[in-house]
């Protein structure tokens, strides 16, 4: 299974979310329920926008290129409710972080 290397989990111990680049794709790294931790990838479901520069206002991401509106928390989207941010789980093996290929949406 192919992975995308995130770095060590000391990089991301605090509250977060962070904002990450990994193969020329934006992610959003943040805490998931408990300790655990979930990619978003900042890449809008319309037509494939780049989030990684738009600032959350009130918990939501807003679409610059034609104003879809997703909740930063989980990346729900309000105004195509099938068509939520994808989701990955971030998984730790030999002391590295790694988000998971396979989109959790």
Known sequence: MLRLRLGPPSEFSGPGPWRVRRAGRPFEIRRAGGAGLLALELTCRHQNADL????????LLVCPRHGWRYREADGSCFD??????????????????????????
């Open 80 to 105: 195509a409710p099938d068509r939520p941010l994808r989701r990955f789980r971030i998984e730790e093996s030999d002391g590295v972080l790694w988000i998971a290929s396979q989109d959790n949406s």
């Open 52 to 59: 990684s520069a738009v600032a959350a206002r009130d918990g």
